[in-house]
């Protein structure tokens, strides 16, 4: 009897527990989200069933007729893992109630925007009343709003309950289920925020490619290029994770929106290599570093390409997307430390941003989630520091290649500057040694010229001698002669006497001129009178013979000079006049001959016609023989003519000193 007994109590216990629990389980089933007055925002992962398939031809007229045969789960986490097997539909049901005693407007949102196919629908009284097909194999407009998010409105009477269904397709990649429900103006007051900082954040990605651009158009270091070239790529996929390159750029190109993320993170791994690479000077590390950049470099390119594949290799690629941007950023990290921390002070600043960004990728996925309400901020401000750290070690690279490139310049100064020391030193050298041989060539000359000269005079007083003794005896003789004739008696005609009379006459005058040409060969009275009783003495010969009238003009010559002066002071007064005769057409000349000090200045002028400056080759004969003793006796002359305008001839001679070669020619026209 009590076995009895005991046995009914333990059959009803048994009983009440299975109507508990499949009430718990009908319950749990129809785990309504409530909508009350204050009702603002809510998170409804807690909220959500998830029924994971592999049957594509499922539909939610079935899920809703057959209810009880499909297995809906609550979600252990927000991650939807790959699929690496078959390709898995997942879908996701879950119900609102409005208890509030107004009509409600709320938005769901499904934040994760990178989903390949979502069905939605709404369920009211076990009807479909409203369904949408939408992802990134559909255009933009095909969405409800046209915002980045997945954002389905929903209007709610008071005390009205309704259902809401998605399938969501991802090709077997991972996603995530980010479902919320708002009212619509928390929402968007929320999403102003959102859409502020990404603003914000995608403005100064902007600003700091713009700056390196620039930073690359006034330096010319690739360097700033590639890094402007990773911003972009960054700033690019950020744009399409956040789904605004979906809704912005190419809202009607559904395949560019499907592989434009994965396609932009292997470029950033790509332009990570390469701006590592940019950085760094080859010469100076270790050859094993350069060769695993090469690598992963190559690796990362490979995999660009591999985005536009299908099939097997894509779904390879995108699951490897998050892996590689971990490991590409830990290796550059890894060597770094290894090879460039203690080596430049730039590679500091670099392996921080390199740090930063692994702990980013590493913490992204546990700090993005709802529950954390700053998690969006926290990441975009990492993001920040990160770029404007790698920033910051390019300006430093900048400045270290600077300092580096002004100290070869300095090294290079210095070593120029020796160079010319020693340049300046050899032209030194050299012309010392030239102006050494043109003395001694000028010396030579002047000692050529003056023995010619001296030679010249030599023989014109052997040709006056000759002139004097000789033919001068010889026309005496011949005078004496002709006399003789007419001391004998000779009776001659008129016209003979006339003859003899002339004859006479010619032997006089052919006398005087020989008599003439050996005094102007051999001047004897300027060995016994000086320069200056000479001069007056050849003035009153041409004033005499009436064609032009000469001055003479002598100061200073009291005492007389060296007797190699004088007469070389006599030649070139002949020169000139002989020139003025023949040459000028002049009516007056003027001679002044001045002794002043340890100077003498001769003086020539003439009122003819003058000439041109001559120059080189055009000189005359007459013009370069003065010149020439002018520089044996280390004179000076000057020129001064134009012409109709007369001559004007300076010389100066140091009268007390040898010849020497500081003389100069001067040539003025007036």
Request: charged fraction near 20%; glycine fraction near 6%.
């Amino acid at each position: 009897m009590y076995f009895h007994f005991r046995y009914c109590i333990w059959s009803i216990w048994l009983i009440i527990g299975l109507t508990q629990a499949s009430a718990a389980k009908s319950f749990s089933r129809q785990n309504v989200v409530s909508v009350g007055n204050n009702f603002i925002s809510r998170d409804l992962l807690q909220n959500v069933w998830v029924y994971q398939t592999g049957d594509a031809s499922l539909t939610v007229q079935q899920l809703l007729a057959q209810a009880e045969q499909y297995s809906f789960q609550k979600p252990e986490s927000r991650e939807i893992p790959y699929e690496w097997s078959a390709r898995k539909l997942n879908w996701v049901y879950f119900t609102i109630h409005n208890e509030s005693d107004k009509l409600q407007h709320l938005f769901i949102e499904q934040a994760y925007v990178n989903f390949n196919e979502i069905l939605f629908y709404e369920v009211s009284q076990g009807k479909i009343i409203r369904e949408n097909k939408s992802g990134d194999d559909y255009p933009f407009h095909t969405r409800f709003v046209n915002h980045r998010s997945f954002l389905y409105p929903v209007e709610l009477q008071p005390q009205e309950t309704r259902s809401y269904y998605f399938r969501l397709d991802n090709r077997g990649r991972a996603s995530a289920l980010y479902f919320t429900l708002a009212t619509e103006r928390h929402f968007w007051e929320k999403d102003y925020t959102k859409q502020l900082a990404l603003g914000i954040f995608f403005g100064l990605l902007l600003l700091l490619l713009l700056h390196n651009v620039y930073l690359y158009a006034i330096f010319r270091d690739k360097a700033f290029l590639w890094f402007a070239c990773y911003l972009f790529s960054l700033l690019m996929l950020l744009f399409s994770l956040s789904g605004l390159a979906f809704q912005l750029l190419w809202p009607g190109l559904p395949y560019v929106g499907d592989r434009a993320p994965h396609f932009f993170v292997y470029l950033v791994i790509f332009l990570t290599f390469i701006l590592t690479e940019g950085m760094i000077n080859k010469d100076t590390v270790h050859p094993i570093y350069l060769r695993l950049i090469t690598a992963c470099k190559y690796t990362s390119l490979i995999l660009i390409f591999a985005c536009f594949t299908n099939g097997l290799v894509n779904q390879l690629t995108v699951r490897m997307m998050y892996p590689m941007l971990l490991i590409g950023h830990g290796s550059l990290l890894g060597m770094n430390i290894i090879y460039l921390y203690k080596r430049y002070s730039y590679a500091r600043f670099y392996t921080v941003s390199l740090l930063l960004m692994v702990l980013v990728l590493a913490v992204s996925r546990e700090l993005y989630t709802p529950d954390f309400k700053y998690a969006s901020y926290v990441l975009l401000l990492f993001l920040t520091f990160y770029v404007s750290i790698i920033d910051v070690s390019l300006l430093e690279r900048l400045k270290i290649i600077k300092e580096e490139k002004e100290r070869t310049q300095q090294l290079a100064i210095e070593r120029l500057e020796n160079l010319n020391e020693l340049k300046e030193n050899l032209n030194m050298e050299l012309q010392q040694r030239v102006q050494e041989k043109t003395q001694q060539i000028m010396q030579k000359q002047q000692e050529v010229n003056q023995y010619i000269l001296i030679g010249e005079e030599r023989e014109r007083k052997r040709v006056a001698e000759e002139l004097h003794d000789g033919l001068g005896g010889l026309l005496s003789a011949l005078k004496l002669n002709v006399e003789r004739i007419d001391h004998q008696g000779k009776n001659f005609s008129k016209q003979e006497k006339m003859a003899y009379q002339d004859m006479l006459d010619l032997i006089d005058k052919a006398c005087q001129e020989v008599r003439n040409i050996s005094h102007n060969m051999l001047p004897v009275a300027l060995e016994h009178f000086g320069l200056g009783i000479v001069l007056q003495n050849m003035a009153r010969q041409i004033n005499h013979n009436g064609k032009l009238w000469v001055d003479v003009e002598v100061y200073g010559f009291e005492e007389r000079i060296d007797r190699h002066i004088e007469l070389h002071l006599y030649r070139i007064v002949l020169e000139l006049f002989n020139n003025i005769l023949k040459h000028a057409g002049a009516h007056k000349a003027v001679i002044q001959l001045v002794k002043e000090n340890e100077y003498i200045s001769l003086l020539v002028e003439d009122d003819g016609k003058g000439f041109s400056q001559p120059a080189g080759k055009e000189k005359g004969i007459g013009l370069i023989n003065v010149e020439s003793r002018v520089k044996i006796v280390g004179g000076n002359l000057s020129i001064d003519t134009s012409p109709q305008s007369g001559t004007t001839i300076i010389i100066t001679i140091p009268f007390h000193t040898m010849p020497n070669e500081n003389n100069n020619t001067y040539i003025h026209s007036r």
